[in-house]
């Protein structure tokens, strides 16, 4: 398919856990977003891409939290020492160059943190 | 900052009915607003932007700057527009975010 594919689909870890969660854009898509919906919310903004560079990260809740785009297309979200107010579901979105604000979503990674 | 405001979480009603889903925005500039919607078991995905002005599945939504609004509108709801549907706004500027509401679950009944 050509849509945004996003592993896994379902991550069950313990407190103080390492996470990585992936995303692979629309092929060409050079924008790529991530965020995080907890239930019965809207999706909250953490980070965006445009290239490999992040051109604002200020949705980051903290320093454990981490994301990488090496060649500016595979993102990687990385979590350390997980809490358990860190489950939610993580969405990524990627968008053309023009930035215009039409995201494609990817289905989500659920993290539950027991 | 930006922020968007969905001030209600729910809205049933019957089908053949009119429906109005209140969007209201703060952001010091010229924003963009759009609206998101996501059916059961899919995909978040846009339904329509303000700057279109352009009709999707009936849905119709006017930025109204004086009252910093952008409410989605559709005269006669369908069973199949029952879902969650997002506000969301982009400031200027070309590495602007994406900031959403809450949401509002729209549910039809026959």
């Known amino acids: 398919g050509a849509g945004v594919s996003q592993t896994p689909s379902n991550k069950v870890t313990e407190k103080g856990k390492y996470v990585e969660l992936r995303c692979d854009p629309i092929?060409?898509?050079?924008?790529l977003y991530w965020y995080r919906q907890s239930l019965g919310q809207g999706p909250e903004f953490l980070i965006y891409?445009?290239?490999?560079?992040?051109?604002?990260d200020s949705g980051l809740p903290n320093d454990r939290f981490f994301a990488v785009r090496p060649e500016g297309s595979v993102s990687t979200l990385k979590i350390q020492r997980t809490e358990r107010g860190d489950s939610a579901v993580y969405l990524c979105?990627?968008?053309?160059?023009?930035?215009?604000?039409?995201?494609?979503f990817g289905e989500g990674s659920r993290l539950t943190v027991l | 900052a930006q922020r968007v405001t969905q001030p209600e979480k729910l809205l049933s009603v019957f089908k053949g009915a009119p429906v109005e889903l209140k969007c209201n925005y703060s952001?010091?500039?010229?924003?963009?607003l759009f609206w998101y919607v996501q059916y059961s078991r899919q995909r978040l995905q846009l339904l329509l932007r303000?700057?279109s002005r352009e009709s999707i599945k009936g849905f119709t939504a006017d930025l109204n700057k004086g009252e910093t609004s952008f409410h989605l509108k559709k005269p006669f709801a369908q069973e199949e527009d029952s879902a969650m549907y997002y506000c969301a706004l982009k400031g200027a500027g070309a590495n602007s975010k994406l900031t959403f509401g809450k949401g509002i679950t729209l549910s039809v009944r026959p």
């Open positions: 979105a990627s968008s053309s160059a023009a930035n215009t604000g039409e995201l494609f």
């Open positions: 952001y010091s500039g010229s924003p963009e």
């Open positions: 891409f445009q290239g490999t560079g992040a051109a604002d």
């Open positions: 092929s060409g898509h050079t924008a």
């Open positions: 303000h700057i």
